[in-house]
């Protein structure tokens, strides 16, 4: 099943921390030190058993020997206590090699005891150095990584802005084009708009209308009808408050984009204030890191 797989990867990824760090050796090794402590124990507490038996023992030969000085050699007790003395000197004479035997295995399992635990020490002092390097390793790594990040994402930030100044390069070219047309057909309009307010009151005041002012007031009105027509169809003229407006919103702030005069959002100067301290960050972190990392490895390879 899934979580049974999910468990598998996990184990699988915790030996191999374990074996990269050293932990595998270090858990070996105090396994062996377990061992040998116990080895040793059991040692010992066999020499203490012989070694109260032998005192047992030794007491009873004593109290034989007190015994076999009030009994004279003629008594039958005193051949009791012959044999019964020479039973427990066979018995004493085992014990004693047997305890001796128990002796130097106790001194063999302690020299395995200190021996494992010295070595334990140093695997883990070996280990917590590993652990050490590897954490300065994936320091600089991180770090460089965070770099080359924020390196990428500020290209892409960047590359976004160049294509919004060439976008409002040509929006406010556009935007000039449609002003200057706008401005020719309303110097039209507003003469033409003259030419026939100076007719109509000249037509007033006489009181009759000729053939030739009709044609020119038809005159005037196709030109009036022909403005009109082309003012509707200039682009953008009934959005021009609102795209005026908006013009208006722009950073005073302008930059030359080849040749040509072009605004920035309002939003752009903060996002490129913000860049620079992200950039200036990251090159102070890179630069203490630098000077940091070769201080502690040599401190680390003094110690």
């Known amino acids: 099943t899934n979580t049974n797989y999910v468990k598998e990867k996990f184990n699988d990824l915790v030996v191999w921390y374990e074996q990269?760090?050293?932990m595998d050796e270090v858990r070996m090794m105090q396994n062996?030190?377990?061992?040998?402590?116990?080895r040793f124990v059991a040692a010992q507490e066999k020499r203490r058993d012989i070694g109260k038996e032998l005192a047992r023992i030794q007491s009873k030969l004593k109290e034989i020997h007190s015994e076999l000085d009030t009994t004279s050699r003629g008594e039958e007790r005193y051949l009791q206590l012959i044999?019964?003395?020479?039973?427990?000197?066979?018995?004493?004479?085992?014990?004693?090699?047997?305890?001796?035997?128990?002796?130097r295995?106790?001194?063999?399992?302690?020299?395995?005891?200190?021996?494992?635990?010295?070595?334990?020490?140093?695997k883990e002092r070996a280990q917590a150095e590993r652990t050490k390097y590897w954490s300065i390793i994936g320091s600089i790594v991180g770090t460089v990584i965070g770099v080359a990040g924020s390196s990428i994402n500020n290209e892409f930030k960047m590359r976004e802005l160049r294509k919004l100044v060439r976008e409002t390069a040509v929006r406010n070219s556009a935007?000039?084009?449609?002003s200057t047309i706008l401005v020719q057909h309303e110097q039209e309009l507003a003469q033409l708009v003259n030419n026939m307010k100076n007719i109509v009151d000249q037509q007033a005041s006489n009181g009759t209308l000729d053939e030739v002012s009709n044609g020119k007031n038809g005159e005037m009105i196709n030109k009036l009808e022909k403005t009109l027509n082309s003012l509707q169809h200039v682009k953008g003229i009934a959005s021009l408050p609102s795209q005026v407006e908006e013009m208006k919103?722009?950073?005073?702030?302008?930059?030359?984009?080849?040749?040509?005069?072009?605004?920035?959002?309002?939003?752009?100067?903060?996002?490129?204030?913000q860049h620079?301290?992200?950039?200036?960050?990251?090159?102070?972190?890179?630069?203490?890191?630098?000077?940091?990392?070769?201080?502690?490895?040599?401190?680390?390879?003094?110690?």
């Not at 039973?87 to 047997?98: N, Q």
């Open 175 to 178: 935007s000039t084009d449609t």
């Open 83 to 103: 044999t019964e003395e020479h039973s427990i000197l066979k018995d004493e004479r085992r014990l004693v090699t047997e305890f001796a035997l128990l002796e």
């Open 276 to 303: 620079q301290r992200e950039m200036r960050f990251v090159v102070v972190a890179v630069t203490i890191m630098g000077i940091i990392v070769p201080v502690i490895v040599t401190l680390l390879s003094r110690t």
């Open 249 to 273: 919103g722009m950073l005073q702030a302008a930059q030359r984009y080849e040749g040509q005069l072009v605004t920035i959002p309002q939003d752009m100067e903060s996002m490129i204030v």
């Open 105 to 122: 295995e106790e001194r063999e399992s302690f020299n395995m005891l200190s021996s494992c635990v010295k070595e334990s020490h140093e």
């Open 32 to 38: 062996r030190v377990i061992e040998a402590q116990d």
């Open 20 to 22: 990269v760090t050293g």
